[in-house]
């Protein structure tokens, strides 16, 4: 890949959000491009990002907005996604994958293993990519 993979952060939380974006931008390969408290900020970002031409790749994505489901979000957005949420209903889970998340994490969850789910979300991206 040419270019380091544009991760946005959508949580509600400005403490969980930061975490969050701090994980991301301690990885070889990927980058935080933004981070969003609900899903009209997070829109407008990956609105701008496309209209910049450097298009969100990744979205990590909480369950419970402020001004709506991070569900439906995901099943709107065009970049890959991940679900990180306290929602841990088996519902909520079967929702956000059939939404198109390649990842459910249910809160709280060490920075490890959200590390480690990036680190494997960036390994199949290069082999998409055949690089």
Do not use: W
């Not at 009209?40 to 790749?57: S, T």
């Amino acid at each position: 890949m040419a270019h380091d993979l544009r991760v946005l952060v959508v949580d509600d939380d400005f403490r969980v959000a930061a975490l969050h974006a701090s994980v991301v931008d301690t990885m070889a390969g990927l980058v935080t491009v933004g981070s969003a408290r609900t899903i009209a900020e997070a829109e407008a970002i990956v609105a701008r990002a496309d209209a910049a031409k450097a298009p969100v790749d990744l979205a990590l994505v909480d369950v419970y907005l402020p001004d709506g489901s991070g569900i439906d979000l995901v099943r709107r957005l065009r970049c890959d996604s991940f679900i990180l949420g306290a929602a841990d209903e088996a519902a909520n889970v079967r929702a956000g994958f059939a939404a198109g998340a390649l990842q459910y994490l249910i809160k709280p969850f060490p920075n490890t293993e959200l590390a480690r789910r990036l680190a494997a979300y960036a390994a199949y991206r290069r082999i998409l990519h055949g690089s």
